[in-house]
Each structure stands twice: as structure tokens, then as C-alpha cells.
């Protein structure tokens, strides 16, 4: 009997600090959690501003795609959440172009919403909706 979605478990990805799976695949896509900017060993946030955090965070979102098969560059929808929009969003936005090239691929469509707090402090959380590869 086949299921209609099956769970990603993502060993190179830190470990979700609620009840949640880092992500699921079903009907052609994979839907990533958020991920915070945690250190994968560490499971701790990532040392600095939300400059660095964006980093982790996308470079954890891009193990959960490995593990479900698929590569960030193939994201169809991005959603990033941050603590302090005005504040942290032009350089949050500098370490997402860094992710994404417009000249190899259409950029994902994207959302940026302004959060009064995050887990564990954190400033800046991000997830995705990802194509599988035919």
C-alpha cells in the first residue's frame, strides 16, 4: 500500500526543537518546517546578527532538501519571518540573494513577515515549499 506523503528526516539538519518533521514530501513537493539559525551539532543559534542566522537557516533548509531529494534552488515559495522587519530585512535580504541567483533561475515567490518573537530566541526563521525533481 502506498502513502500519499512521506516524512523527511534530515540527519545533516539540526534536530526540530518542537513536534514537528523537518519535512514532508507529497503530490510533487517537499514542505519544509521553518528552521531557525541553529548550529547543526550544536543545536544551539549560530554566533551574531540575523545576517548569520539567514545563513544558518537557509544552509539547514538545504539539508532538509538533499534529505528529501530535492536542492534549495528548486524552492517555489519561501516564507521568511523576522523579529525586527526594518531592522534586519535589507541584510537578510543581501544573505538570501547570496542563496538564490536570479541569472541561473526564477527566484522563488516569497513572503517576509514581521514576528513579535521566535523560538528560542531567535531572529529570524525560514521555510519552503520545494519542487521535487522529475
Known amino acids: 500500500m502506498s ?3 512521506r516524512v523527511v528526516e534530515a540527519p545533516g539538519a539540526p534536530a526540530p526543537v518542537g513536534p514537528y518533521a523537518p519535512g514532508f514530501v507529497t503530490g510533487g513537493l517537499l514542505f519544509c518546517s521553518g528552521q531557525l539559525g541553529l548550529d547543526p551539532e550544536r543545536g544551539e ?3 551574531g546578527g540575523a545576517a548569520e542566522q ?3 537557516c537557509l544552509g539547514n533548509l538545504a539539508e532538509v532538501c538533499r534529505a528529501g531529494g530535492a ?3 528548486d524552492a517555489v515559495r519561501v516564507t521568511i ?7 534586519d530585512g535589507p541584510a537578510v535580504n543581501d544573505v538570501y540573494a547570496s542563496f ?3 541569472v541561473a533561475h526564477a527566484l522563488p515567490a516569497r513572503a517576509t513577515v ?3 518573537a521566535l523560538p528560542l530566541g531567535a531572529r529570524v526563521e525560514i521555510d519552503a515549499v520545494v ?3 522529475d
Open 3 to 5: 502513502h500519499h506523503r
Open 45 to 47: 543559534l549560530v554566533a
Open 54 to 56: 539567514a545563513t544558518a
Open 71 to 73: 536542492r534549495l534552488e
Open 81 to 87: 519571518y523576522l523579529t525586527d522587519l526594518p531592522g
Open 100 to 102: 538564490f541567483s536570479e
Open 114 to 116: 514581521g514576528v513579535a
Open 131 to 133: 519542487a521535487l525533481p
